[in-house]
């Protein structure tokens, strides 16, 4: 699985040319569907040599011009690097592909320059957050992003209470459960040691501090947030004793030991999103307090020569709609049309491609929080 890098992206956006294919498909790890996966791009790509031929190029040329996308419909490739998105970008002289944790829609794009708006969300992609999946017997550290996980290895640092304790303490349960004699049907949860809730707060804490003092090493240059993963009872001292200062404050409830990396990884998202969204979500007020003014607008007919300009400071796109038109950049006029005509372009694309280069940032928006209909854009003068 390629990630791609937002050099790459820049590259893909300076590329123009007469005949610039973009192909997207959907694919898949494993499973049945796999066997339908070069089938799809066969399709695609039969459309894409009908089109180049009505657009002006000889059938030769146009083979000519697919033929690497052509060599990628091999049993090898298809079933050895897949991941949940294929993209391909030809040009003369140009081909590039990227294997992509996006499900993407099934989609054929011929241009004057590559269709990119698919790629919006990895502009914002990658950002690392840990999972520490911890219990009495057990401790994980998680490394992820919304696309990955991986186990660190932890040199050094006790897995279980017997480790960090001592080799008597893991015979002693934290909490055990016991039948109330008013119910039989009915448990409560009572403290052991003695029942002494005090002192098993206090050994609890005991094994957190030696936790702080040996994951430092892991934590002392990091500043992403941490989802604890754990039981209950276990994660107000684990905020207490502060044993990584990011921590969280919601968690993941329940026992994580044979839950595998990956899970833990996806279970954490909808707990980390707020947190990397905030970016987006203050822009998106930030808008709503400029509209109406000079320094925002959700009109195409404006924010296309702003972004030419180098005006644009924040781009809101729907990644998956398309404006046709034309644009003249010598006048800055915008023509908007309904359908597409021939020698229009997707004047979003266009938008996103010089709000990015000239140093724009650019959110890719579902259509129920996008402001304005298909794009919307503050300005920096």
């Known amino acids: 699985m390629d990630f ?43 459309g894409a040599e009908k089109q180049l031929v009505a657009a002006g190029q000889r059938s030769t040329e146009a083979r000519e011009l697919l033929g690497p996308a052509r060599a990628l419909l091999n049993e090898t490739f298809f079933t050895r690097r897949m991941a949940e998105g294929l993209s391909i970008f030809i040009s003369p002289g140009f081909f590039r592909y990227f294997t992509l944790p996006l499900n993407f829609n099934e989609s054929l794009h011929i241009g004057r320059q590559f269709q990119l708006k698919p790629l919006i969300p990895l502009l914002h992609c990658c950002k690392r957050f840990f999972v520490l999946a911890l219990s009495q017997k057990s401790l994980r550290l998680i490394e992820c992003t919304e696309f990955s996980a991986n186990e660190i290895e932890l040199e050094g640092v006790p897995r279980t209470t017997r480790e960090a304790l001592g080799d008597d303490e893991e015979t002693i349960p934290l909490f055990r459960m016991s039948s109330q004699a008013s119910n039989p049907g009915a448990s409560s949860m009572v403290h052991g040691h003695g029942g002494a809730a005090e002192s098993e707060k206090e050994r609890i804490r005991r094994w957190f501090k030696v936790l702080r003092d040996s994951l430092h090493p892991f934590f002392r240059h990091e500043t992403v947030p941490l989802v604890f993963a754990g039981v209950e009872y276990l994660f107000p001292l684990f905020r207490q004793v502060e044993v990584y200062k990011n921590t969280l404050d919601e968690f993941m409830e329940g026992n994580p030991e044979e839950v595998d990396p990956s899970e833990l990884q996806r279970k954490s998202l909808p707990l980390v999103s707020p947190y990397f969204n905030k970016d987006k979500e203050l822009a998106i007020h930030r808008w709503l307090a400029l509209s109406g ?51 229009d372009e997707d004047l979003l694309d266009l938008a996103f491609s010089h709000a990015y280069l000239n140093g724009g940032n650019v959110y890719g928006l579902d259509s129920p929080e996008l402001p304005g209909k298909n794009g919307a854009a503050i300005f920096r003068y």
């Open 4 to 46: 791609v890098l937002h050099e790459e992206i820049r590259e893909l956006l300076r590329k123009k040319s007469d005949y610039c294919v973009s192909l997207y498909l959907p694919t898949h790890r494993t499973g049945r569907e796999t066997l339908q996966d070069p089938i799809r791009l066969d399709n695609l790509l039969r």
């Open 293 to 343: 003014g000079p320094l925002a607008s959700d009109k195409i007919g404006d924010i296309l020569p702003g972004a030419a300009e180098g005006r644009v400071d924040t781009l809101f796109i729907d990644a998956g709609a398309r404006q046709w038109g034309r644009y003249d950049p010598k006048s800055g006029s915008v023509e908007i049309h309904s359908e597409r005509r021939t020698g």
